[in-house]
């Protein structure tokens, strides 16, 4: 079994100036709300790869200028909290940072967290970043509000070390195996204490087993999404867990059952939009994301969408963002990181 996803790659370099803002949008929104000049909307290019490796997500996003927002009400509704560690290669992020007015260079590493305000212009820039679970930070360093928007230098031995793993991960074979995946989690960890400070008191208890235990669980979820038999049990059974424990584990998301639902939808809603099924009945594209109830497939897709499967699949056949397989497979992981 590997510990890791496969790399994923979004590029947008094509199509209307709707198409390739919407495919931005649909990359980068479910951390942020996404903007880009009118006046170069229609030959914006961006490129941004992901590679998840046990609890940790590492990526590299390189593109023309927009502006990354995430307001006060947009960050309260966060659930999963995450810290990010984003890396400047080339360009310049300027704006404000969790309440900071923050300028980023070539060089230069920048903290900030999912649930927190940000109001970024990302200048032409390149950039890596690495993205950890709050749960995981608090496991292993001392996390303070004086971390959120703090910017260390280029020569720092923060800048340099951070940048130095964070290129490694994304070099790294693809994909690698569940030992070297459990070696390069020791590594950020080393690199966190250094740059950070001691480990938190629980450091190593339950609490980050739990953190880990949770993602591996939700990785398990999204493999196996098409199993009928997919439930408590069988998950329980492979990762040695009781139900209450498990659902004391993703009680904040609406419990196991809403979270394997909600899962299969947008599965569902990926493959309905990207029509590559278009003579195959909209049930039978349910029932291979193992969707049991086809009674209220409808009922429940439409609560969760606000549209019919039907009117999808209709909107699909004019919209050319909704298309693109590659883009969605490349969303997908996204998606489950930040909302599942």
């Given at each position: 079994?590997?510990?890791?996803s ?11 100036g ?18 880009i ?13 992901t ?12 593109s023309d ?5 995430r307001?006060?009400?947009?960050a309260s ?5 995450n810290?990010?560690i ?9 704006g ?8 980023v260079g070539?060089g ?6 999912h649930?927190g ?7 032409d820039?390149?950039w ?5 679970p709050?749960e ?7 996390w303070?509000?004086g971390?959120?928007?703090k910017?260390?230098g280029?020569a720092?031995?923060e800048?340099?070390l951070?940048?130095?793993?964070m290129?490694a991960m ?6 690698i195996?569940d030992?070297d995946?459990?070696?390069m ?8 204490t250094a ?8 450091a190593g208890?339950?609490?980050?087993a739990r953190c880990?235990?949770a ?5 398990f ?14 998950v329980?059974k492979?990762f040695s ?6 659902y ?19 599965a569902?809603?990926?493959?309905i939009?990207?029509?590559?099924f ?11 994301r193992?969707?049991t ?20 699949r209709?909107r699909s056949?004019?919209d050319?963002?909704l298309?693109d ?6 969303t997908a992981?996204?998606e489950?990181w930040?909302?599942?």
């Amino acid at each position: 079994m590997q510990s890791n996803s496969r790399e994923q790659c979004l590029t947008v370099n094509a199509g209307s100036g709707q198409h390739r803002l919407a495919a931005w949008r649909e990359a980068l929104g479910a951390t942020a709300t996404i903007e880009i000049d009118a006046a170069i909307v229609a030959t914006f290019e961006g490129e941004f790869r992901t590679r998840v490796i046990g609890p940790l997500m590492a990526v590299r996003l390189c593109s023309d200028t927009f502006r990354f927002i995430r307001s006060e009400d947009m960050a309260s509704q966060i659930q999963r909290d995450n810290v990010f560690i984003n890396l400047c290669e080339s360009g310049r992020m300027v704006g404000t940072s969790n309440g900071r007015q923050v300028s980023v260079g070539p060089g230069e590493v920048i903290l900030s967290r999912h649930g927190g305000t940000q109001n970024l212009a990302i200048q032409d820039a390149t950039w890596f970043g690495l993205i950890l679970p709050m749960e995981f930070v608090d496991a292993q360093m001392r996390w303070t509000r004086g971390h959120e928007g703090k910017v260390f230098g280029a020569a720092t031995t923060e800048a340099v070390l951070l940048g130095h793993l964070m290129r490694a991960m994304l070099e790294l074979p693809d994909p690698i195996s569940d030992r070297d995946a459990k070696r390069m989690v020791a590594l950020t960890i080393a690199h966190l204490t250094a740059c950070f400070g001691a480990p938190a008191p629980n450091a190593g208890t339950g609490k980050k087993a739990r953190c880990v235990d949770a993602v591996a669980i939700r990785r398990f979820l999204a493999q196996h999404i098409g199993d009928r038999q997919l439930g408590p049990e069988i998950v329980c059974k492979r990762f040695s867990l009781s139900r209450s424990s498990l659902y004391r584990m993703f009680n904040d998301s609406g419990g196991i059952q809403a979270m394997i639902l909600a899962m299969r939808l947008r599965a569902v809603h990926r493959d309905i939009a990207s029509g590559r099924f278009p003579d195959q009945p909209l049930s039978g594209i349910a029932e291979r994301r193992g969707v049991t109830d086809i009674r209220s497939f409808r009922r429940v897709f439409v609560k969760e969408f606000g549209y019919t499967p039907s009117d999808l699949r209709t909107r699909s056949a004019h919209d050319p963002s909704l298309t693109d397989w590659s883009h969605a497979e490349a969303t997908a992981d996204i998606e489950r990181w930040f909302q599942s």
